[in-house]
């Protein structure tokens, strides 16, 4: 295993020399390619409100991260606000309650640890990188520094000088957030929602995830039926808050 990590420390300073747009999905690839992990997820994050998955190299982690986002709790959020790691060795484990949402949904998948780095440059945090296992266990402390460094590597190619120009992290967090990425149908669909119920931003993105929930639905369903038009949200009806 040695070998592997080695070789994945090459990896990381090589992608992150050549940089390029596909630069975290290829270090997210090269991560799982050493056995570090099962699968990988890169995911900007400027507050619990605002995320934008980059990039999941499968289904699994793109889950894990969609149910953090719908349910605003999990791993991530919680070593992004607290700018260090967050190492779940078995999401499975009843003692652990500090995200019942999110251990439920993750549950349901087949990844039974969940490693959480922070993506971060001085005081700027960016996002996270997230990591999981088929198997519940904790990381060696090898294996904790190699995830770090690909955190850190993933940070780098974020802040791709080529799409990022002499910007502040700060600066280029912003621009790729407001981008137009994945989750835009949610923030279009957000701003409808509070519009139709006179209220502010944040109370609609609650009633948005509280409707996905209580339907048993994915909030960017939710996000499109609105923005379709399909769902409109009831100015007196609160059924969805439970």
Known sequence: MMADYEDLGRDLT???????????RRICEAVVASSLADGAAVTLISDPDRQEPICATDEIATRLDELQFSLAEGPCLDAHSLGQPVLVSDIADPADTRWPGFADGARATRARALYALPMRIGGARLGILDL???????????????????????????????AGGRKAPAEVLEDLIG???????????????????????????????????????PLID???????????????DDSDLG
Not at 14 to 23: D, E, I, M
Not at 222 to 236: E, M, Q, W
């Open 179 to 217: 981008g137009g990425l994945a989750r835009a149908e949610v923030h279009q669909a957000t701003g409808m929602v509070a519009v139709q119920l006179d209220v502010p931003v944040a109370t609609a993105l609650a009633r948005l995830r509280a409707h996905a929930f209580a339907e048993d639905r």
């Open 132 to 162: 999981y296992r088929l198997a519940h266990g904790p990381l060696s402390r090898e294996e904790v520094t190699m995830a770090l460094r690909a955190a850190d590597a993933a940070t780098w190619a974020v802040l791709n000088p080529g």
């Open 14 to 24: 090589r992608l992150v020399a050549q940089n390029g747009p596909q630069a975290p």
């Open 222 to 236: 939710v996000a499109r039926d609105v923005v379709a038009r399909r769902l409109k949200f009831d100015p007196g």
